[in-house]
């Protein structure tokens, strides 16, 4: 496994946000920071993390909205795919009970991107479908897969931008083909495996 990894679920929805330290030094990254800014800064500096980069897998609120804060905090990047950008840069109007805090894109990432940060790279998997540009973070032998995969199911694709043609497909192409020994810590709910969804998630075996 890659990394030093602590997860700590925010917001009304029960998003996952991750903290990834990357080398000894505390150098890393928080993976879908959605809410309670004060409480993953708490938890970074508990960790002795030093965010370097706040990665987004997408451009829904319940994971993007405390990325402002604590890009000001940290003073670090945050990235996401050009798909998703309005989404992340907008203040339009709440969604699912939830006032929405834009946030600022630094860089844009890229199908193939290998991002590093410190001595740790973080591939990157564009897998379209819960939203256009939805992706994945592979690092090492642990995915991070966002509201693409859950344990036993996959993300919704009815809200605006989402295909479930698009997403049947990123799962077949992409995430199917990953060793089955790869962990998955997905964007809500637990963590699970390549080898357990290849086997029991009905949305590999379509």
């Given at each position: ?20 330290k990357c ?29 370097e980069l ?58 193939g991107d ?93």
């Amino acid at each position: 496994m890659g990394g030093e990894i602590t997860c700590v679920v925010v917001g009304l929805l029960e998003t996952n946000c991750y903290l990834v330290k990357c080398d000894a030094e505390g150098s890393g990254v928080i993976i879908d920071p959605g809410d309670d800014s004060s409480r993953i800064v708490e938890e970074c500096r508990r960790i002795g993390l030093r965010p370097e980069l706040i990665l987004l897998t997408h451009g829904h609120i319940d994971h993007t909205n405390a990325a402002g804060d604590l890009r000001g905090t940290f003073d670090c990047e945050v990235a996401c795919h050009h798909l998703d950008e309005e989404m992340v840069r907008s203040s339009g109007p709440a969604l699912w009970g939830l006032e929405r805090h834009a946030c600022q894109v630094d860089r844009n990432v890229s199908d193939g991107d290998v991002i590093v940060v410190g001595t740790r790279g973080f591939k990157v998997i564009h897998t379209p479908g819960h939203t256009p540009g939805s992706v994945c973070y592979l690092l090492d032998n642990v995915l991070f897969s966002g509201d693409t995969l859950f344990r036993g199911s996959i993300g919704r694709t009815d809200l605006p931008g989402g295909s479930e043609e698009e997403i049947l497909k990123s799962l077949k192409v992409k995430l199917g083909k990953l060793d089955s020994t790869v962990k998955v810590f997905p964007g809500h709910g637990p963590p699970t495996t390549i080898g357990y969804e290849k086997t029991f998630n009905p949305f590999l075996q379509t």
